[in-house]
Structure formats: C-alpha cells, structure tokens
C-alpha cells in the first residue's frame, strides 16, 4: 500500500511559514536569519522513512554521523574516515584560532583548501587528530558518558533501553545533551547541542520519540535531524522489540539563514512534484547498541529532485 508522502508536505510548510512570518534577526555568525519561535512537525514511520524527495538529503553522512553518536565517539576522525564532512567547520575554525592564524574568509576558495588539508592531517596523523579532532563533550559524550557529581559515568543510553524493557510506560524515558556545565567545553571546537532533548514513549507496542530542538538550521540541519532521529527511533525499537511510531520534531529558535532563502524558493517552487516516500531496511539481527555499522541499514525506493547546495553558517 502506497503512502501519500507527509513528510515533505510538512516541510515545505514550514519553509513556507518561517518566510511568511519569520522575525528579522541577528545571529552568532552574523549571517542574519528570518525566525520562528516554536514549531511542531509529526511523522508516521509506519508510513515510511522521513527523507525529504524534493531535494537529496545524503543518507550516509545521516547513518555514520548517528553511529558516532551512539558509540559516545567526539573526534572528528571517524567522520572524517568515512568522508562525513558535517562537523568540519568548526574544529579547523577552533584550530586556526589556537594557533593564532588568520581566518580566510568563511566558504571562500582559501578556506575551503585550507579546511581540506585540515581534514587529511585529522585522517592521516593520529597525534593531529588526537589534539585537533577531539569535539569535546559533544553529543555522543553526553548521551554515554554524562559525568555523575560522584565521578561516575552514566551511559542514558542503555538506562533508555532498560526502562523501555522493564517499565515502558514511565515519563522519565529522555535522554539529554544539554549539559549545563559542559556548554562553555562544547563550545570550543564544536558546538553547544542544537538538538537539545529527547523523550520516548510507548503505546500498543509503538515505540515514538519526541526531538526538542533549540535552534533548527531549517535548510541545511533539519532535514538531517529529522531522519536521524526517525532512525534513532527505528534502532532503539528493534533494540527493545517494538516497531517504530511517530518521530516528533519540536524547534525553538527556527529559522532560515538570509543566504538560504534563493535555495527555500528553488525547493518551494518542487511543491507539485513530491515523490513517494522511502523505506530503511534495517538488519533484523542486530540488537547491541554497539553491534550497528553502516552496512545494516539499506535506503530502498528513493527517488530525489537533486540536491540543493547552500553555505553553512559557522
């Protein structure tokens, strides 16, 4: 049975909302933004998997960089290994400004060869990338290692997975990276946590997560943080024998960079031609956390309009 494709319905609603009604704002980067405050988008993953059609979100960077996360790795070595270029930005920014070196202009030419040859020492030089890669206590740190006042680690994690099978019905299922204490750490060579919060919840042997986002990159990061956490949400089910609900997406601070609003009218003006929605495969027979590795998911039935490129903000 085929599904109309909500997915890219909701979006582009969003899109088209954040335009019509966005506030005119300043920003950290001083690229400038048009903003929302508070925003909700929800998504069958019965239906299929939420990968927008009317332009190619790349699946593998979104599968290796949620793998990263779920084994509590925070260096850049990983990704870079596995030609993931998301992170990038920020640690060459925090390693020019360490060694007192001018920064070229942001996506300029210089910048961009100067960031590549960043990268190849990352991958080629393990003391490099030991002393240059390391994220801080990004992400994957806080959702497996978030340090206890005694000195212990908590791993929220596998605390999710035991409640899940033990006591599903709980409202204290949330697994949070905004570690207050950590922000200043974060901020150094990553980037304090967009994607802040997340709740799960069970009902009829469904497994949904709720995604509490306090500032959604909504051209670029959010089309990422929607299939990554609806495939958060798929492992964890198949992890705790459950099949996969509704992914809840919630933004605080929403909005659209000024130098992305060309690229929004490109993917606006796709409206009429939304495509089918795709489904991921995921290898039935794994169910450690740590067991997953790239070769277990398989995107079948997608059909994208061609990707959009836009500047990051950084």
């Not at 001083?30 to 508070?38: D, E, L």
């Not at 930005?89 to 070196?101: D, F, I, S, T, V």
């Not at 590549?116 to 240059?132: L, P, R, S, T």
Request: with cysteine.
């Amino acid at each position: 049975m085929k599904h109309e494709n909500h997915v890219d319905k909701e979006y582009l609603k969003l899109l088209e909302h954040i335009m019509e009604h966005g506030a005119t704002k300043t920003d950290r980067t001083g690229t400038g933004t048009k903003s929302v405050f508070g925003y909700q988008m929800r998504f069958d993953l019965m239906q299929g998997f939420p990968l927008l059609t009317t332009k190619k979100v790349p699946i593998k960077s979104i599968i290796h960089e949620l793998l990263w996360f779920m084994r509590g790795d925070t260096n850049l070595k990983y990704l870079a290994d596995n030609n993931v270029h998301i992170w990038d930005e920020w640690p060459y920014k925090a390693y020019l400004q360490r060694n007192n070196l001018p920064i070229p202009e942001i996506n300029g030419e210089e910048w961009k060869s100067g960031m590549a040859e960043f990268v190849e020492k990352i991958k080629g030089d393990e003391n490099f990338a030991k002393d240059y890669g390391n994220l801080g206590p990004i992400y994957g740190y806080q959702w497996r290692n978030w340090p206890a006042p005694n000195g212990e680690k908590i791993d929220q994690l596998k605390q999710v997975i035991e409640t899940l099978r033990k006591s599903p019905d709980s409202r204290r299922i949330i697994v949070s990276a905004w570690n207050v204490a950590d922000i200043d750490e974060m901020a150094k060579a990553g980037l304090p946590p967009c994607h802040c919060l997340f709740q799960f919840y069970v009902a009829d042997g469904k497994l949904s997560c709720q995604l509490y986002q306090r500032s959604c990159d909504t051209f670029l990061g959010v089309p990422f943080n929607i299939a990554s956490y609806a495939l958060l949400t798929m492992i964890i089910a198949q992890i705790t024998g459950l099949q996969a609900g509704e992914f809840v997406w919630t933004g605080g601070d929403t909005h659209l960079y000024l130098n992305h609003l060309e690229q929004v009218k490109t993917q606006l003006a796709r409206a009429g031609d939304i495509r089918p929605m795709p489904k991921m495969k995921i290898n039935p027979e794994k169910k450690n956390l740590e067991d997953f590795t790239i070769d277990d998911f398989e995107l079948t039935d997608y059909n994208p309009h061609e990707g959009i490129k836009a500047p990051i903000a950084v």
